[in-house]
């Protein structure tokens, strides 16, 4: 708030880029969008260095009521990301943009190419990220033998990363393809 009314604009950003996937994590999305959304309005006064990481948290949280809403946040994010020549932050927002496109002819392509960069980069959390958007489009479309495959992927690299949370979510994915069969 004190960011908003005169203080530093950039600091607010800051912060709500850092806090987003603890608003979303933790069901938080109505405070989480009050911010994003504020400061999306002032998003011009700061620095580029910040917009990247910060779109991709509005747009994480405008998802939760809106897709359509998100969609171009996290297109912004990309160009951002590319403009800058960051392919983790670029990474990030094509997972996130395969997610709110789910059901688009180009969702997949943007799974597999967010994939592709965090596998180039060796970022093990964004290729978890990644393997289970891959799932979730493939079961979306109907292909649960692709689904398996791509969240098996997705067990192994949480198993040995510890990620708890997302090895809770691959079994639950799982487990509706085995109800599914």
Do not use: K
């Amino acid at each position: 708030e004190w960011s908003l009314e005169g203080g530093d604009v950039s600091l607010g950003v800051r912060l709500a880029a850092a806090l987003w996937l603890f608003w979303y994590a933790y069901g938080h999305h109505a405070e989480g969008q009050h911010w994003t959304q504020h400061l999306l309005t002032r998003l011009g006064e700061v620095s580029e260095d910040h917009h990247a990481t910060f779109l991709i948290g509005a747009g994480s949280m405008a998802m939760t009521n809106d897709a359509n809403a998100a969609r171009p946040l996290f297109v912004r994010a990309l160009e951002t990301a590319q403009r800058q020549g960051n392919p983790l932050r670029a990474a990030w927002a094509l997972a996130h943009m395969a997610v709110v496109g789910i059901a688009d002819a180009d969702a997949m392509a943007s799974a597999e190419e967010a994939l592709a960069l965090f596998r180039m980069l060796d970022h093990q959390p964004g290729i978890a990220y990644a393997l289970n958007v891959v799932g979730e489009i493939a079961r979306y479309s109907g292909d649960d033998a692709r689904a398996r495959r791509a969240y098996e992927a997705c067990l192994d690299v949480c198993l040995q990363t510890g990620e708890t949370r997302r090895v809770a979510l691959v079994y639950f994915n799982l487990a509706f393809l085995a109800q599914h069969e």
